[in-house]
T-cell receptor, first 113, second 118 residues
Framework: GAGVSQTPSNKVTEKGKYVELRCDPI?????LYWYRQSLGQGPEFLIY????????DSGLPNDRFFAVRPEGSVSTLKIQRTERGDSAVYLC???????????FGNGTRLTVT | AQTVTQSQPEMSVQEAETVTLSCTYD???????LFWYKQPPSRQMILVIR??????QNATENRFSVNFQKAAKSFSLKISDSQLGDAAMYFC???????????????FGKGTHLIIQP
């Protein structure tokens, strides 16, 4: 595709449920990033993939959050036992390599009720 | 850890006028990158302009230019001839030259909401 695609666009879930958020990066981009943007804030770094491996996961807030990128392309952000505080827009970005400009998707707005 | 501060939650400018958005940052590093991103209601972050810290010359992209003051750790964005399509949230961001420990990601400010008055 022409840009970074994130699905779903919006997700509403109940407290305690499990959710998966998907990111399709631009074809050929080896670097992939996840960010979380809470209301009224700037995005916060969560995790960075270079290829299939998580090169830097220091931004993940706790062990309920996990992300994978098994084939070095599509990535899934997984959140277990969701809490109301997890409500935010989750942004994905990709770049040709770690030093190239980032291209962002439109994000997934997660609402935990 | 690096921090980025945008002290203007909201700015308003008349169409065709010039507006400057402020950004300061705190770092102990000498090599880094600075960015301005635009976020319209679509939520997509769009890169407006990028500055390498080792470059003294201020970056310019058409109507957008920056005033980079490395010693003062200041990185303001000037938008000339403001257009209705410029209305959006604007975020200043910092990226380290180094890797690991969160340095691979961008550190963003809280943003400035830019309103264009017709």
């Amino acid at each position: 595709g022409a840009g970074v695609s994130q699905t779903p666009s919006n997700k509403v879930t109940e407290k305690g449920k499990y959710v998966e958020l998907r990111c399709d990066p631009i074809s050929g981009h080896t670097a992939l990033y996840w960010y979380r943007q809470s209301l009224g804030q700037g995005p916060e770094f969560l995790i960075y993939f270079q290829g299939t491996g998580a090169a830097d996961d220091s931004g993940l807030p706790n062990d309920r959050f996990f992300a994978v990128r098994p084939e070095g392309s599509v990535s899934t952000l997984k959140i277990q036992r969701t809490e109301r505080g997890d409500s935010a827009v989750y942004l994905c970005a990709s770049s040709l390599n770690g030093n190239s400009p980032l291209h962002f998707g439109n994000g997934t707005r997660l609402t935990v009720t | 850890a690096q921090t980025v501060t945008q002290s203007q939650p909201e700015m308003s400018v008349q169409e065709a006028e010039t507006v400057t958005l402020s950004c300061t940052y705190d770092t102990s590093e000498s090599d880094y990158y600075l960015f301005w991103y635009k976020q319209p209601p679509s939520r997509q972050m769009i890169l407006v302009i990028r500055q390498e810290a080792y470059k003294q010359q201020n970056a310019t992209e058409n109507r957008f230019s920056v005033n980079f003051q490395k010693a003062a750790k200041s990185f303001s964005l000037k938008i000339s001839d403001s257009q209705l399509g410029d209305a959006a949230m604007y975020f200043c961001a910092y990226r380290s030259e180094y890797s690991g420990g969160g340095a691979d990601g961008l550190t963003f400010g809280k943003g400035t909401h830019l309103i264009i008055q017709p």
